[in-house]
């Protein structure tokens, strides 16, 4: 028995793309598999790690707990449409790289949407306001010090640009 498919449009990094897709497929494998857009990482497949975190409008989300269907009426960025319109890295972006906050990198998409979307709203963060801020993210290689730092870095870019 084959599995009945549903044609949806997403709208992901300005782009829009119609695809064909089994009602169950959930938005992660959507971006990854059908799309190419492999930076959005799948670490637990339960919303708990925040590798797979994407915007929606702007908002961060788990892309592994929702279904690619119910993705249509949303504008989805993924790390991928992070950088700047001239192809140079975001201030969050920069701010990782200069402050090590890449480590083994799997965690690292979804810590810059989540990032892009907190300085959004807190553009000026404390240290202790800028760890709430990644308080949903985990990294396995656990240097949340450096990311920490990135995220004030970034604040500062940012104010500067």
Same mark, same amino acid.
């Given at each position: 028995? @084959?599995?009945? =498919?549903?044609?949806?449009?997403?709208?992901?990094?300005?782009?829009?793309?119609?695809?064909?897709?089994?009602?169950?497929?959930? =938005? @992660?494998? +959507?971006?990854?598999?059908? =799309?190419?857009?492999?930076?959005?990482?799948? /670490?637990?497949?339960?919303?708990?790690?925040?590798?797979?975190?994407?915007?929606?409008? /702007?908002?961060?989300?788990?892309?592994?707990?929702?279904?690619?269907?119910?993705?249509? @009426?949303?504008?989805?960025? &993924?790390?991928?449409?992070?950088?700047?319109?001239? /192809? @140079?890295?975001?201030?969050?972006?920069? +701010?990782?790289?200069?402050?090590?906050?890449?480590? %083994?990198?799997? %965690? #690292?998409?979804?810590? =810059?949407?989540?990032? &892009?979307? /907190?300085?959004?709203?807190?553009? %000026?963060?404390?240290?202790?306001? +800028?760890?709430?801020?990644?308080?949903?993210?985990?990294?396995?290689?656990?240097?949340?010090?450096?990311?920490? #730092? +990135?995220?004030?870095?970034?604040?500062?870019?940012?104010?500067?640009?």
């Amino acid at each position: 028995m @084959s599995e009945t =498919l549903h044609d949806i449009r997403l709208t992901v990094n300005d782009v829009v793309h119609d695809l064909r897709v089994p009602a169950r497929r959930l =938005l @992660s494998d +959507a971006l990854r598999h059908d =799309l190419g857009l492999t930076g959005t990482h799948v /670490g637990c497949e339960h919303g708990v790690c925040g590798a797979c975190t994407i915007l929606l409008d /702007g908002e961060p989300a788990r892309a592994c707990l929702m279904l690619a269907v119910a993705a249509q @009426s949303w504008a989805i960025t &993924t790390v991928e449409g992070l950088t700047e319109p001239d /192809g @140079s890295l975001s201030p969050v972006q920069q +701010a990782f790289a200069e402050c090590h906050g890449l480590q %083994c990198g799997f %965690c #690292t998409p979804g810590f =810059l949407t989540t990032i &892009t979307a /907190g300085l959004r709203r807190d553009p %000026c963060p404390t240290r202790e306001r +800028a760890r709430d801020m990644i308080g949903g993210n985990l990294c396995r290689c656990t240097g949340y010090q450096n990311i920490v #730092t +990135a995220v004030e870095r970034a604040a500062e870019i940012g104010a500067a640009r």
